[in-house]
């Protein structure tokens, strides 16, 4: 159980172009979904939260207009790369909270995207 | 302000060698503390949560602990494909506070 998937797993753009990377939860419910940047061996950075059916709450530093987060439903959140730059290149992985019993906060990350920006 | 801790930031040890690593970590408003796996290239994966001080959870060769300022993740006779970076986070109401990561390698 707990599963989360990401697509897609990789991708090549140019500079320029938007890039939508898919969340899903897809065994059970997640009201709140989560977006993090990683960088080369450091840590999990936290970008955004998204809450389903409402607007997403960005961290500091992040720019909102350039990640739109959208939350529609209770498995999918998606975040959308707009007018990527080489500097967006990184690994993006997303995480689902599921609110069930005893175990409502603990979050489970999906496998990753990696975007590379030429 | 929030602060996550870990180390050694690197741990190589031979196969069953057994070893500690540790988190210190000064979080507001903390409901509990998530250990993660992740291999390279991969995201995350749950181990454990610990609510409170004193809790201690196993899982196969692996053992966390909680007190009120830090938590310890033990690991007994590892084999080399626990190699991997561990990742603790204190968890707040509203988000996760991510440590750094202990890269752990085990040698055959």
């Known amino acids: 159980g707990a599963v989360v998937s990401q697509h897609p797993s990789w991708v090549i753009c140019k500079s320029g172009t938007s890039v939508k990377i898919e969340c899903r939860s897809l065994?059970?419910?997640?009201?709140?979904m989560f977006w993090y940047r990683q960088f080369p061996k450091q840590s999990l950075m936290l970008m955004a939260t998204s809450n389903e059916g409402s607007k997403a709450t960005y961290e500091q530093g992040v720019e909102k207009d350039k990640f739109l987060i959208n939350h529609a439903s209770l498995t999918l959140s998606t975040l959308t790369v707009t007018s990527a730059h080489p500097e967006d290149s990184s690994f993006y992985i997303c995480s689902a909270r599921m609110i069930q019993g005893l175990s409502y906060n603990e979050q489970f990350f999906g496998p990753g995207t990696r975007l590379t920006v030429l | 302000e929030d602060q996550v801790t870990q180390s050694p930031e690197a741990l190589r040890l031979q196969e069953g060698e057994s070893s500690s690593l540790n988190c210190s970590y000064t979080?507001?408003?903390?409901?509990?503390l998530f250990w993660y796996r992740q291999d390279p290239g991969k995201g995350p994966e749950f181990l454990f949560t610990?609510?409170?001080a004193g809790e201690e959870k196993e899982k196969e060769r692996l053992k966390a602990t909680l007190t009120k300022k830090e938590s310890f993740l033990h690991i007994t006779a590892p084999k080399p494909e626990d190699s991997a970076t561990y990742l603790c986070?204190?968890?707040?109401?509203?988000?996760?506070?991510f440590g750094k990561g202990t890269r752990l390698h085990i040698l055959p």
């Open positions: 610990l609510y409170s």
């Open positions: 986070a204190p968890n707040r109401d509203d988000k996760i506070i």
């Open positions: 065994d059970f419910q997640a009201t709140t």
């Open positions: 979080v507001s408003g903390l409901r509990g």
